[in-house]
């Protein structure tokens, strides 16, 4: 019984974690379903959190935070696709570029305003995104094991992280059953084809691209507004690495995403977990393996060992009318 | 946006739109500056001061460069081929062990060879580690960029799982090796010089410079003056030519990602048997992804690579000297910096060529080459 | 029977003096055409007529830079595809614009999803593909995957896709490309199906033999003119031929009379796929002799490509042999490095592509191929001014401008670039060498040098197998002549017993097939 609490605790730490995945993970997704890579998922994580946070510090108000982030972000987003769609770049380079970028951006803005090497002070209530409490919680607390999954997985989670779950259906359905979604698909297999059919490819594109902007915008209010209530310079911490890592493992599809995000949330939280716990067999589990679980998962994907992970067709080309 | 590029003069190929690119950078870095209440002006000064103002800021200053030289050469051999190795930074990582290890075991060697065996063990272990995302990408079509990410990290828990349980010095709190024995040092330049008479500061600045001298030479020599390097620059310029000419675009994958894994070990050399004398937890800094913008800045030329890092040197040394005394300026403005390289040298890199193409056709009356 | 120019009959589309250019090159030289609806009407020329760019001004890819089009009448701007939809053209294009992840039915509908959500259009589109079906014997699963289908039923979708948009006049360029010959007869069936619904077929082709079984009309273009307009049944292929190819005055090359000696290359039942597995060389047996230069003549897309890179040893052969010298050709040597061992020169047909590397010097390019021969350098090290000399040495004997090895590759005009390749494969002294389209866009003067070499080699004994879409150079340089259309040898012809009318219906398909 003891084991089965812990592990819905962890369980419920695994979603705590793995919300900014999901996020990052989607809006990785989004864009690169469109034939535009992201690798700069990190850095505009990072973005999203300094902006939702500095706003959030001034007004104390977690909404005005919320939009200042997303923002920010979409606006960074859009210096990634004007490199990517107008200037034709290589989308490695113009990642690599945003993330350094951002990373220096926000540290040394945050600690021109609130020194302390650029962490906010601790954010108020107000401007935080509580954890909310669905009904019945206490009412259902006796019931043996449900009671238990409700109180800690299913309720009391904030409000983005519920969003975020939405945000899965919302992107199943609008990819594969409205025509924007069909015309994105196709545009990052096949713009030749896209563009023949007389619809703009870089339109497609740059809406991706912001849609983009937003989910991983999102992504960082939760860093800063709901699991930190704080910003500070490099908390991203590699999560945008990772949400690529699910990008790549879930073969760019939203419920594979959604799974392999809550996967690698759970081993997060499980790594946290047994820091310095002694298991029988094993003996004291290192906690860097556990940690490492996600890259070499995603590298033992790309290797072709457990299938194939064949990204769209035009992800990273430039499209040119070739006439 | 469908035209193909503009064909400008060699002179603004080569000089002037890289030029153009890297003013851009510093010009929004300025403005940064001034957004944060600044004066651009004075933070240039006093960052110029910091780096060449005196002997110990210039000691700090090529110890740096000496890092970059390595990590830049590291990213820009791998360039010629066509891939983008972002994974110098752990690689360097995983160099350090081999360094560490030489050290720790082989300590019995005479003179200076333990300090020659731990170089070549940096190097080995360099590319043994850039071997696998590079065999993955030759053989497997295995994305490089996404394989070296993840191998950073990799590098960064194997480290620090090493350090912390295996390598550390008992009873330490300090997840760091305990110290190298004096053959395994590569001796700093005001060590050296003393006994000459020469009185320089006390600064890090040590022989690797000269090795990373070499190397640029050597990868010089090798790009442009032999066999292998005329087939890493076919690769990456026209791989269907390459399989015409009867190269082997999978086997030349696999040597120049084991290049640029071992120039990695530079990084190791320089730091850990010239400067702190013990493997130390994430001792790379962040200066594998320096290398990045160096490469890019340095058009992948060791000549434009060595001015590019004794650049970013100054940066780093004088940033330093420049957050000391503006602590506003603090040294996440060098990160900025070298992220906006990174975006016009690399990613925009064509961005001023309409313009300056007319404005040269508006100029003279007769076109371009 | 609808006698030409009938002003009886309604005018579909109607181009008037339609002009376009690309810098120096005129692709469509005051180009007037008019089509009759319901009708189909075949389009016919060589490469480089300008067939396509008139097919592509039609479709809204360029805008002429003079002259008119009118659809049924009425004078129209096209400047889109969409455009082009709008007025009822229907593109099908040789090189299929299709998603191969999406199904047949995505397909179909990207770009005429008939609203925001998809599963509105989706019922109609199936109803409307289910209706198609019936009607015109268009059978497609709506839900198979486009990329999971064959060649044929791919072209279908694609005309599916016109049909569905309501496309009144259908385009078709050069369809039967990529299909086996029952796909075509297929297609031919499907196309005169919509013909007996009132829909007007605009038909793009080289292969005469085409023209004749399926079109009411044809017109044909040459270098860039509309040369003629004929009614079908009133013409024949030799008339056709003749338009097609013009009487020009044959290029004359100095050269005496080839001796040639044994047999140095044989192909013996060469069969290639391309990398979509189809066929593009079908069971192609011939021999070549030292001391002769055999011409590969056809037109462009008809297995010479992929012949030339089967013989270099950069494609695998799907079925056959390859003989040098008296010895099959074995395994280890199928690659490019092999057959330079081998005693085997190439000179591709793209030297931007495959032949040349564009950034490199000039001395550097020369080398490819050739890069670990000593003479560039004994020890590790390159000997640059070795490599330097041999260029200039090779730059003198090919009288190559400007005379500057170490200038970039991509600064050489193209006649001096295809020499530069030349130097390097003729210098090497090869028992072998193919050639393929080596005087494409070369000027008159580095032309007439390119073939002076060619015919030197041959007169030095060497082998040579010319490959080209040039008529006048294949008269001029060949000792014997090989016809490819569609992948297989369709004639064998000495220049002296025949001539550009005769190659032509050989190159359109007509004639014996005779190896």
């Known amino acids: 019984m003891e084991t089965f609490d812990a592990f819905i605790v962890i369980l419920g730490s695994g979603i705590r974690l793995g919300v900014p995945l999901i996020l990052a993970c989607l809006a990785g997704l989004w864009s690169e379903r469109s034939g535009v890579v992201d690798i700069g998922l990190e850095g505009k994580m990072l973005t999203g959190a300094f902006g939702a946070a500095a706003v959030a510090e001034f007004t104390g108000n977690a909404w005005l935070g919320l939009i200042a982030g997303v923002v920010a972000t979409v606006a960074v987003s859009l210096v990634h696709g004007y490199a990517s769609i107008d200037q034709r770049a290589n989308q490695i380079v113009s990642g690599t570029a945003i993330n350094m970028v951002t990373d220096g951006l926000t540290a040394l803005i945050g600690n021109a305003i609130w020194g302390q090497g650029g962490r906010t002070p601790q954010l108020p209530d107000s401007a935080l995104f509580a954890s909310i409490e669905l009904p019945f919680v206490n009412a259902l607390d ?125 081993l997060d939280a499980l790594s946290i977990r047994l820091q310095g716990a002694v298991l029988p067999f094993i003996g004291a589990v290192p906690v860097q393996a556990i940690q490492t679980l996600p890259y070499i998962l995603t590298v033992v994907l790309l290797a072709g060992f457990i299938g194939k992970a064949t990204p769209p067709k035009s992800s990273g080309i430039p499209y040119v009318k070739e006439r | 946006m469908s035209s193909p590029l503009k064909p400008l003069p060699v002179w603004a190929d080569v000089a002037l739109i890289p030029l153009l690119n890297v003013a851009a950078a510093f010009l929004i870095s300025g403005l940064v500056v001034l957004a944060i ?52 930074e752990g690689q360097a990582y995983v160099a350090g062990l081999g360094a560490a290890l030489a050290c720790l075991t082989l300590g019995f060697l005479p003179g200076y060879t333990l300090v020659v065996v731990a170089i070549l063990a940096a190097a080995v272990f360099g590319a043994a580690f850039a071997a696998i995302p590079g065999y993955l990408q030759a053989k497997r ?68 410079f000269l090795l990373a001298l070499v190397c640029a030479a050597g990868v010089w020599a090798l790009i442009w003056r032999t066999r292998l390097g005329f087939e890493i620059r076919t690769v990456g310029a026209n791989a269907s030519a390459a399989v015409y000419g009867g190269i082997s675009p999978a086997r030349v994958t696999i040597i120049t990602t084991l290049l640029s894994g071992a120039l990695s070990g530079g990084l190791a050399v320089n730091i850990i048997l010239g400067e702190e004398h013990r493997l130390i937890l994430e001792y790379t800094a962040g200066f594998g992804f320096v290398g990045i913008a160096v490469a890019l800045m340095g058009r992948a030329h060791p000549v434009g690579i060595i001015l590019a890092a004794i650049l970013f040197g100054m940066l780093y040394q004088g940033g330093a000297e420049l957050a000391f005394d503006k602590p506003k300026i603090s040294r996440d403005m060098i990160i900025v910096i070298q992220g906006l390289v990174v975006l016009f040298a690399g990613a925009l890199e064509h961005l001023f060529r309409r313009p300056v193409a007319t404005l040269l056709a508006r100029r003279t009356a007769h076109p371009p080459i | ?142 839900d198979a995957i486009v990329g999971d289908l064959s060649v044929g039923l791919q072209q279908r979708v694609e005309i599916l896709k016109a049909l569905v948009r309501g496309a009144e006049i259908l385009v078709l ?109 079908d069971n192609v047996s011939f021999s070549l002799r030292e001391g002769e230069i055999l011409g590969v003549a056809g037109v462009a897309g008809n297995g010479q490509s992929e012949l030339l890179e089967a013989l270099a040893g950069i494609r695998p052969l799907t079925a056959g042999e390859i003989w040098i010298d008296g010895a099959q050709r074995p395994a280890a040597l199928q690659n490019p490095q092999g057959m330079r061992k081998l005693g085997v020169g190439h000179v591709p047909e793209d030297r931007h592509r495959v032949g040349l590397v564009m950034p490199f010097e000039a001395c550097e390019s020369a080398m490819l191929g050739f890069h670990r021969d000593p003479v560039y350098g004994a020890g590790f090290f390159f000997d640059r001014s070795a490599i330097v000399a041999d260029e200039a040495a090779k730059m003198e004997a090919f009288d190559i401008r400007p005379r500057a090895p170490l200038l970039k590759t991509a600064n050489f005009s193209g006649g001096n670039q295809q020499k530069i390749v030349l130097a390097r494969e003729i210098e ?44 006048d150079e294949i008269f001029a340089l060949s000792d014997r002549i090989l016809v490819l259309c569609a992948g297989r040898v369709t004639g064998e012809r000495r220049p002296d017993e025949t001539d550009a009318q005769d190659l032509g219906l050989l190159m359109a398909g007509v004639g014996e097939r005779a190896a």
């Open chain 2, 141 to 208: 079509d295995s994305h490089i960029v996404i394989t070296t990410i993840m191998f950073n990290y990799i590098a960064s828990a194997l480290m620090g799982y090493l350090l912390v349980n295996v390598l550390r010095v008992p009873g330490q709190m300090n997840a760091e090796t305990r110290q190298f024995p004096p053959g395994g040092i590569v001796p700093q330049f005001h060590v050296l010089l003393k006994p000459l008479g020469i009185v320089w500061p006390d600064t890090p600045f040590n022989l690797s």
């Open chain 1, 142 to 266: 006796p019931v043996p094991f449900l009671g238990n999954v409700y109180r800690h997985i299913i309720s009391g989670h904030d409000i983005v992280t519920y969003a975020a779950f939405a945000f899965v259906p919302i992107t199943y359905w609008a990819l594969y059953s409205t025509r924007f979604g069909l015309r994105l698909r196709a545009v990052g297999e096949s713009p030749a084809a896209v563009d023949t059919a007389g619809i703009s490819v870089r339109g497609l594109r740059y809406s991706a691209v912001l849609i983009c902007g937003v989910l991983v915008g999102l992504s960082g209010v939760y860093l800063a507004l709901a699991q930190a209530a704080y910003f500070q310079p490099h908390m991203s911490a590699g999560k945008g690495f990772i949400a690529l890592a699910a990008l790549v493992f879930a073969k760019w599809r939203p419920w594979p995403a959604l799974a392999t995000c809550l996967l690698f949330g759970f």
């Open chain 3, 173 to 281: 360029d050069e369809p039967t490309a990529v299909l086996t010959p029952s796909e075509a007869d297929q297609l031919f069936d499907m196309l005169r199906v919509l013909k007996s619904q009132n829909k007007t077929i605009l038909f793009i082709t080289h292969k005469l033999r085409e023209i004749m079984s399926l079109t009411d009309r044809v017109s044909v273009m040459r270098r860039g003119e509309m040369v003629a307009t004929l009614e079908t049944a009133r013409t024949s292929p030799p008339e056709l031929a003749d338009a097609m190819v013009g009487r020009k005055v044959i290029l004359k090359v100095d050269k005496g009379e080839a001796h040639p000696g044994k047999v140095v290359l044989e192909a013996r039942g060469v069969t290639v796929r391309d990398d979509r597995g189809v066929v593009r060389v």
């Open chain 3, 1 to 142: 029977m609808a006698k030409a120019a009938d002003s009886g009959a309604a005018i579909a589309i109607e181009l008037i003096g339609v002009d376009k250019s690309f810098g120096a090159v005129h692709a469509n030289k005051h180009v007037n055409l008019q089509v009759q609806r319901g009708v189909i009407h075949g389009i016919v020329g060589e490469n480089g007529a300008g067939k396509s760019t008139l097919m592509s001004i039609l479709y809204g890819f360029y805008e002429a830079d003079a002259g008119e089009i009118r659809i049924n009448g009425e004078p129209v701007r096209i400047r889109s595809s969409r455009e082009a939809i709008s007025h009822g053209i229907g593109m099908v294009h040789q090189h299929f614009m299709l998603v191969p992840p999406l199904s047949v039915l995505e397909n179909v509908m990207l770009g005429a999803e008939g609203g925001p959500l998809l599963a509105r259009g989706a019922a109609a589109t199936r109803r409307e593909l289910a209706r198609l079906a019936r009607e015109y014997a268009l059978e497609v699963d709506p």
């Open chain 2, 37 to 88: 209440g600044e004066d651009p002006i004075e933070a240039v000064r006093l960052l110029i001061v910091g780096a060449l103002g005196d002997l110990e800021g210039i000691g700090f200053t090529l110890y740096y460069a000496t890092s970059f030289i390595f990590t830049g050469l590291a990213v820009a051999v791998c360039f010629h081929a066509g891939l983008f190795n972002i994974g110098v």
């Open chain 3, 428 to 471: 090497r002294n090869p028992k072998v060498i193919l050639v393929g389209q080596p005087t494409r866009g070369v000027d008159i003067g580095a032309i007439e040098f390119i073939h002076k070499r060619i015919v030197a080699m041959r007169d030095a004994g060497k082998a040579v197998l010319l490959v080209s879409v040039e008529l």
